[in-house]
Protein backbone atom coordinates (compact mmCIF):
# COMPACT_ATOMS: atom_id res chain seq x y z
CA UNK A 1 0.00 0.00 0.00
CA UNK A 2 1.42 3.68 -1.33
CA UNK A 3 1.99 5.82 1.76
CA UNK A 4 0.07 8.58 -0.39
CA UNK A 5 -3.43 6.74 1.16
CA UNK A 6 -3.50 6.09 4.69
CA UNK A 7 -5.55 3.53 6.25
CA UNK A 8 -7.08 3.46 9.77
CA UNK A 9 -10.00 1.78 11.64
CA UNK A 10 -11.33 2.73 14.68
CA UNK A 11 -15.03 2.40 15.94
CA UNK A 12 -16.13 -0.13 12.79
CA UNK A 13 -15.14 3.00 10.39
CA UNK A 14 -12.41 2.39 7.73
CA UNK A 15 -11.03 5.59 7.09
CA UNK A 16 -8.97 6.28 4.12
CA UNK A 17 -6.98 9.37 3.94
CA UNK A 18 -5.55 10.98 0.61
CA UNK A 19 -1.98 12.09 1.71
CA UNK A 20 -0.03 13.62 -1.15
CA UNK A 21 -0.67 17.33 -0.53
CA UNK A 22 2.81 18.56 -2.11
CA UNK A 23 0.91 17.34 -5.54
CA UNK A 24 -2.52 18.48 -4.76
CA UNK A 25 -3.34 15.09 -3.70
CA UNK A 26 -3.26 14.29 -7.27
CA UNK A 27 -4.25 10.46 -7.80
CA UNK A 28 -1.26 7.95 -9.09
CA UNK A 29 -2.18 4.50 -10.36
CA UNK A 30 -0.46 3.60 -6.80
CA UNK A 31 -2.71 5.42 -4.90
CA UNK A 32 -6.50 4.26 -6.47
CA UNK A 33 -5.41 0.60 -6.00
CA UNK A 34 -4.84 1.50 -2.08
CA UNK A 35 -8.18 3.41 -1.86
CA UNK A 36 -10.08 0.56 -4.38
CA UNK A 37 -8.11 -1.38 -1.93
CA UNK A 38 -9.47 -0.20 1.22
CA UNK A 39 -13.26 -0.08 -0.28
CA UNK A 40 -13.49 -3.84 -1.35
CA UNK A 41 -11.28 -4.67 2.35
CA UNK A 42 -14.78 -2.93 3.72
CA UNK A 43 -16.94 -4.99 1.73
CA UNK A 44 -15.21 -8.53 2.97
CA UNK A 45 -14.69 -7.81 7.01
CA UNK A 46 -17.69 -7.44 8.76
CA UNK A 47 -16.28 -5.83 11.42
CA UNK A 48 -16.12 -2.61 8.96
CA UNK A 49 -19.62 -0.69 8.51
CA UNK A 50 -18.48 2.51 6.85
CA UNK A 51 -15.77 3.91 5.13
CA UNK A 52 -14.63 7.63 5.29
CA UNK A 53 -12.75 9.17 2.77
CA UNK A 54 -10.98 12.45 3.55
CA UNK A 55 -7.53 14.21 2.62
CA UNK A 56 -5.06 15.88 4.00
CA UNK A 57 -2.93 19.28 2.92
CA UNK A 58 -5.12 22.35 1.32
CA UNK A 59 -7.24 20.58 -0.96
CA UNK A 60 -9.48 17.43 -1.42
CA UNK A 61 -7.81 16.23 -4.94
CA UNK A 62 -6.72 17.53 -8.02
CA UNK A 63 -7.83 14.83 -9.69
CA UNK A 64 -5.73 12.09 -11.60
CA UNK A 65 -1.80 12.92 -12.01
CA UNK A 66 -1.59 14.68 -15.20
CA UNK A 67 2.10 13.12 -15.65
CA UNK A 68 0.27 10.02 -15.62
CA UNK A 69 -2.25 11.25 -18.46
CA UNK A 70 0.91 12.78 -20.19
CA UNK A 71 3.07 9.46 -20.13
CA UNK A 72 -0.11 7.39 -22.11
CA UNK A 73 -0.55 10.36 -24.69
CA UNK A 74 3.00 10.22 -25.33
CA UNK A 75 2.74 6.03 -26.09
CA UNK A 76 4.94 5.70 -23.20
CA UNK A 77 4.24 1.48 -22.96
CA UNK A 78 4.39 1.14 -19.11
CA UNK A 79 1.59 3.82 -18.56
CA UNK A 80 -0.33 2.34 -21.50
CA UNK A 81 -0.32 -1.25 -20.24
CA UNK A 82 -1.00 0.11 -16.42
CA UNK A 83 -4.10 1.82 -18.38
CA UNK A 84 -5.27 -1.30 -19.85
CA UNK A 85 -6.32 -2.47 -16.69
CA UNK A 86 -8.40 -0.61 -15.60
CA UNK A 87 -9.22 2.52 -12.89
CA UNK A 88 -8.75 -0.16 -9.73
CA UNK A 89 -10.69 2.83 -8.10
CA UNK A 90 -13.49 3.00 -9.92
CA UNK A 91 -14.15 -0.93 -10.33
CA UNK A 92 -14.12 -1.05 -6.18
CA UNK A 93 -16.75 2.30 -5.78
CA UNK A 94 -18.75 -0.03 -8.26
CA UNK A 95 -19.53 -3.28 -6.54
CA UNK A 96 -19.06 -1.38 -2.65
CA UNK A 97 -21.00 -3.30 -0.32
CA UNK A 98 -20.22 -1.10 2.26
CA UNK A 99 -21.23 2.61 2.54
CA UNK A 100 -19.03 5.55 1.88
CA UNK A 101 -19.04 8.72 3.51
CA UNK A 102 -16.71 11.42 2.33
CA UNK A 103 -15.40 15.01 3.32
CA UNK A 104 -14.53 17.32 1.05
CA UNK A 105 -12.42 20.61 1.22
CA UNK A 106 -10.94 23.34 -0.62
CA UNK A 107 -10.74 21.86 -4.45
CA UNK A 108 -12.23 18.76 -5.71
CA UNK A 109 -11.36 18.22 -9.53
CA UNK A 110 -12.20 15.33 -11.90
CA UNK A 111 -12.09 11.98 -10.63
CA UNK A 112 -12.52 13.78 -6.90
CA UNK A 113 -15.80 15.07 -7.70
CA UNK A 114 -17.00 12.03 -9.93
CA UNK A 115 -16.27 9.48 -6.69
CA UNK A 116 -18.76 11.17 -4.58
CA UNK A 117 -21.55 10.48 -6.52
CA UNK A 118 -20.38 6.89 -5.44
CA UNK A 119 -20.47 7.79 -1.68
CA UNK A 120 -23.75 7.64 0.45
CA UNK A 121 -23.34 10.70 2.52
CA UNK A 122 -21.10 13.69 1.18
CA UNK A 123 -20.04 16.53 3.59
CA UNK A 124 -18.54 19.50 2.05
CA UNK A 125 -16.89 22.64 3.56
CA UNK A 126 -18.32 25.83 2.76
CA UNK A 127 -15.88 27.22 0.44
CA UNK A 128 -14.71 24.02 -1.30
CA UNK A 129 -14.68 24.73 -5.19
CA UNK A 130 -15.84 21.30 -6.91
CA UNK A 131 -14.71 21.40 -10.85
CA UNK A 132 -14.36 18.75 -13.37
CA UNK A 133 -12.85 20.20 -16.18
CA UNK A 134 -12.93 16.67 -18.34
CA UNK A 135 -13.34 18.44 -21.50
CA UNK A 136 -10.59 21.63 -20.65
CA UNK A 137 -8.10 18.47 -21.02
CA UNK A 138 -10.11 17.04 -24.28
CA UNK A 139 -11.35 14.20 -22.43
CA UNK A 140 -15.12 12.89 -21.57
CA UNK A 141 -16.31 12.35 -18.24
CA UNK A 142 -15.45 8.93 -16.52
CA UNK A 143 -16.50 7.13 -13.70
CA UNK A 144 -20.42 6.54 -14.84
CA UNK A 145 -20.87 10.66 -13.90
CA UNK A 146 -21.68 10.91 -17.77
CA UNK A 147 -24.75 8.98 -16.01
CA UNK A 148 -24.71 9.66 -12.45
CA UNK A 149 -24.54 13.53 -12.74
CA UNK A 150 -27.17 14.54 -14.93
CA UNK A 151 -29.62 12.19 -13.29
CA UNK A 152 -28.74 14.06 -9.70
CA UNK A 153 -27.89 17.41 -10.90
CA UNK A 154 -30.01 17.58 -14.12
CA UNK A 155 -28.57 17.86 -17.44
CA UNK A 156 -27.94 21.48 -17.79
CA UNK A 157 -26.28 21.67 -14.54
CA UNK A 158 -24.28 18.74 -15.71
CA UNK A 159 -23.37 19.82 -19.20
CA UNK A 160 -21.91 23.35 -17.90
CA UNK A 161 -19.89 21.45 -15.33
CA UNK A 162 -18.18 18.82 -17.70
CA UNK A 163 -17.83 21.43 -20.59
CA UNK A 164 -17.71 25.02 -19.36
CA UNK A 165 -15.73 23.46 -16.46
CA UNK A 166 -18.82 25.37 -14.05
CA UNK A 167 -17.41 25.84 -10.57
CA UNK A 168 -19.49 24.53 -7.78
CA UNK A 169 -18.69 25.97 -4.16
CA UNK A 170 -19.92 24.25 -1.33
CA UNK A 171 -23.35 25.41 -0.51
CA UNK A 172 -24.47 25.32 -4.05
CA UNK A 173 -22.80 21.17 -4.56
CA UNK A 174 -25.39 21.08 -1.05
CA UNK A 175 -28.38 22.82 -2.78
CA UNK A 176 -27.91 20.81 -6.17
CA UNK A 177 -27.95 17.40 -3.99
CA UNK A 178 -24.18 16.75 -4.71
CA UNK A 179 -23.62 16.92 -1.04
CA UNK A 180 -25.69 16.38 2.43
CA UNK A 181 -24.72 19.47 3.79
CA UNK A 182 -22.31 22.35 3.68
CA UNK A 183 -20.09 23.68 6.80
CA UNK A 184 -17.49 25.62 8.53
CA UNK A 185 -14.24 24.28 7.34
CA UNK A 186 -13.00 23.50 10.76
CA UNK A 187 -15.73 21.22 11.20
CA UNK A 188 -15.83 19.65 8.18
CA UNK A 189 -13.97 16.44 9.92
CA UNK A 190 -15.89 16.06 12.77
CA UNK A 191 -19.18 16.58 10.96
CA UNK A 192 -18.11 13.67 8.66
CA UNK A 193 -16.45 11.73 11.39
CA UNK A 194 -20.25 11.49 12.90
CA UNK A 195 -21.86 10.54 10.17
CA UNK A 196 -20.12 7.48 9.68
CA UNK A 197 -20.04 6.52 13.46
CA UNK A 198 -24.01 6.73 13.06
CA UNK A 199 -24.07 4.67 10.09
CA UNK A 200 -21.78 2.32 11.74
CA UNK A 201 -23.92 1.85 14.73
CA UNK A 202 -27.24 0.80 12.40
CA UNK A 203 -28.23 -2.61 11.76
CA UNK A 204 -25.09 -4.01 9.20
CA UNK A 205 -27.32 -5.88 7.10
CA UNK A 206 -30.24 -3.72 7.19
CA UNK A 207 -27.39 -0.80 5.66
CA UNK A 208 -25.92 -2.97 3.24
CA UNK A 209 -29.29 -4.00 1.77
CA UNK A 210 -30.63 -0.50 1.55
CA UNK A 211 -27.41 0.41 -0.23
CA UNK A 212 -27.44 -2.49 -2.42
CA UNK A 213 -31.53 -1.53 -3.39
CA UNK A 214 -30.31 2.00 -4.28
CA UNK A 215 -27.84 0.81 -6.82
CA UNK A 216 -28.02 -0.28 -10.02
CA UNK A 217 -24.01 -2.25 -10.32
CA UNK A 218 -24.62 -3.08 -13.63
CA UNK A 219 -25.76 -0.20 -15.09
CA UNK A 220 -22.54 1.73 -13.94
CA UNK A 221 -20.49 -1.23 -15.07
CA UNK A 222 -22.01 -0.41 -18.36
CA UNK A 223 -21.39 3.46 -18.59
CA UNK A 224 -18.10 2.74 -16.90
CA UNK A 225 -16.50 1.01 -19.59
CA UNK A 226 -18.11 2.87 -22.34
CA UNK A 227 -16.81 6.07 -21.10
CA UNK A 228 -13.64 4.35 -20.70
CA UNK A 229 -13.58 3.12 -24.67
CA UNK A 230 -14.08 7.39 -25.28
CA UNK A 231 -11.81 8.07 -22.72
CA UNK A 232 -8.66 6.20 -24.04
CA UNK A 233 -8.66 7.25 -27.19
CA UNK A 234 -9.32 10.88 -26.51
CA UNK A 235 -5.88 10.27 -24.05
CA UNK A 236 -4.55 9.53 -27.22
CA UNK A 237 -5.33 12.11 -29.17
CA UNK A 238 -3.58 15.35 -30.64
CA UNK A 239 -6.56 17.52 -28.36
CA UNK A 240 -4.98 16.30 -25.29
CA UNK A 241 -1.55 16.42 -26.32
CA UNK A 242 -2.30 20.41 -26.76
CA UNK A 243 -4.43 20.58 -23.13
CA UNK A 244 -1.48 18.66 -21.10
CA UNK A 245 1.35 21.07 -23.27
CA UNK A 246 -0.69 23.91 -22.37
CA UNK A 247 -0.99 23.32 -18.75
CA UNK A 248 2.47 22.71 -18.21
CA UNK A 249 3.84 25.53 -19.96
CA UNK A 250 1.20 27.45 -17.65
CA UNK A 251 -0.91 28.40 -20.78
CA UNK A 252 -4.68 28.37 -22.34
CA UNK A 253 -4.77 25.57 -24.85
CA UNK A 254 -5.61 26.04 -28.43
CA UNK A 255 -7.70 24.14 -29.66
CA UNK A 256 -7.83 25.96 -33.15
CA UNK A 257 -4.71 24.14 -34.15
CA UNK A 258 -5.89 20.86 -34.19
CA UNK A 259 -8.30 19.00 -36.53
N1 LIG B 1 -1.28 16.06 -11.45
C1 LIG B 1 0.02 16.16 -11.13
N2 LIG B 1 0.53 17.19 -10.42
C2 LIG B 1 -0.33 18.13 -10.02
C3 LIG B 1 -1.70 18.10 -10.32
C4 LIG B 1 -2.17 16.99 -11.07
N3 LIG B 1 -3.47 16.83 -11.37
N4 LIG B 1 -2.30 19.19 -9.80
C5 LIG B 1 -1.33 19.89 -9.18
N5 LIG B 1 -0.14 19.25 -9.32
C6 LIG B 1 1.16 19.67 -8.82
C7 LIG B 1 1.70 20.87 -9.61
O1 LIG B 1 2.32 20.44 -10.82
C8 LIG B 1 2.65 21.46 -8.60
O2 LIG B 1 3.82 20.67 -8.57
P1 LIG B 1 5.28 21.38 -8.40
O3 LIG B 1 5.21 22.06 -7.05
O4 LIG B 1 6.22 20.24 -8.44
O5 LIG B 1 5.39 22.35 -9.54
C9 LIG B 1 1.93 21.23 -7.27
O6 LIG B 1 1.03 20.15 -7.48
C10 LIG B 1 1.14 22.44 -6.81
O7 LIG B 1 0.20 22.76 -7.85
P2 LIG B 1 -0.20 24.26 -8.23
O8 LIG B 1 -0.87 24.24 -9.56
O9 LIG B 1 1.00 25.16 -8.08
O10 LIG B 1 -1.24 24.59 -7.06
P3 LIG B 1 -2.38 25.70 -7.06
O11 LIG B 1 -2.84 25.80 -5.64
O12 LIG B 1 -1.94 26.95 -7.74
O13 LIG B 1 -3.58 25.09 -7.95
C11 LIG B 1 -5.06 23.36 -8.71
C12 LIG B 1 -4.25 23.91 -7.53
C13 LIG B 1 -5.68 22.05 -8.25
C14 LIG B 1 -6.17 24.35 -9.06
C15 LIG B 1 -4.15 23.20 -9.93
O14 LIG B 1 -2.98 22.50 -9.52
C16 LIG B 1 -4.76 22.41 -11.07
O15 LIG B 1 -5.59 22.92 -11.82
N6 LIG B 1 -4.32 21.14 -11.24
C17 LIG B 1 -4.73 20.30 -12.36
C18 LIG B 1 -6.11 19.75 -12.15
C19 LIG B 1 -6.56 18.86 -13.29
O16 LIG B 1 -6.72 19.29 -14.41
N7 LIG B 1 -6.74 17.56 -12.98
C20 LIG B 1 -7.18 16.56 -13.91
C21 LIG B 1 -8.67 16.47 -13.86
S1 LIG B 1 -9.34 15.33 -15.05
Not at 15 to 21: A, D, S, V
Not at 97 to 108: L, Q
Not at 220 to 240: H, K
Amino acid sequence: MTDHILSEVSGGVLTLTINRPDKKNALTRAMYQGLGDGIDRASEDPSIRCVLIQANGDIFTAGNDLGDFAAVNSGDPQANQAREGGNPLLAALARAKTPIVAAVHGRAVGVGVTMLLHCDLVYVAEDALLTTPFVNLALVPEAASSLLLPARIGHARAFSMFVLNEAVDGKTATAWGIANAAVPAAELRAKARAAAEAVASRAPTAVQATKALMRDPAAITAQMEQEGRIFAAQLRSPETKEALTAFAEKRAPDFSKVA
